[in-house]
């Protein structure tokens, strides 16, 4: 119950598209839903973040989608960009933002030119 | 811009060795986090700090482990005795009372 299922665990995407990347949650209790972006060697950093009150929240190109009743949540990255190639985590807290983040097994978003 | 820093970047140790993370937060913040990522998965939580005290753990966070802030600007976490399976890299979080910032880590290798 304390699990975050994401999916996929790759993902290729030209230049210019849509990346989409999913996440699915059972505990009900989970109050904070970030997305994290992680490039290799370095710690992950925050890159949007939801709280289930609200359904959509868009910064710039990142775009979270967020389904309370299906327990679900989704990153959209528009005008995907060859920077935007990294390691995208979906995680969930139920302490709000200090809470103890649970994490996703991650997406490796390549996204060629 | 104010960040998390960690050291060292990269620690070997034999197994059974006692080894200490050193991280230093943003210096306002009040949360304080260990976090890891065994190679490959994802990123796992270990313990949370506030107030001087633990304030959550999991329980990969056993009594080989324990955390400390010693002097009000480091966060340490020490691991008394090293086995294989504690290979991984470690994540040091801060938070005041908004998003947790993540230092660069330490990479530790049991051997």
């Known amino acids: 119950q304390q699990q975050v299922k994401q999916s996929p665990q790759s993902l290729i995407v030209q230049k210019g598209g849509i990346s989409i990347i999913n996440c699915a949650y059972e505990n009900t209790a989970f109050d904070y839903f970030p997305w994290y972006q992680q490039f290799p060697g370095k710690g992950p950093a925050l890159l949007i973040a939801i709280r289930p009150d609200v359904s959509e929240k868009k910064e710039g190109r990142f775009t979270i989608s967020f389904n309370k009743s299906a327990k679900q949540f989704s990153l959209h990255i528009m005008d995907s960009q060859p920077g935007d190639s990294a390691t995208y985590f979906c995680a969930a807290s139920m302490g709000g933002s200090q809470g103890n983040l649970i994490f996703g097994k991650g997406t490796k978003l390549s996204v060629k030119p | 811009e104010p960040e998390v820093t960690q050291t060292p970047s990269h620690q070997v140790t034999q197994m059974g060795q006692e080894v200490i993370l050193r991280c230093v937060p943003i210096s306002n913040h009040l949360y304080f986090y260990w976090y890891r990522q065994i190679l490959g998965q994802k990123v796992e939580f270990l313990v949370s700090f506030y107030n001087n005290e633990i304030s959550e753990k999991s329980e990969i966070f056993d009594d080989q482990f324990s955390v400390e802030r010693p002097d009000g600007s480091n966060f340490t976490l020490k691991i008394r005795s090293t086995k294989l399976e504690d290979s991984a890299m470690y994540f040091c979080?801060?938070?005041?009372?908004?998003?947790?910032?993540f230092g660069p880590g330490t990479r530790l290798t049991v051997l």
């Open positions: 979080a801060s938070s005041y009372y908004n998003e947790q910032f």
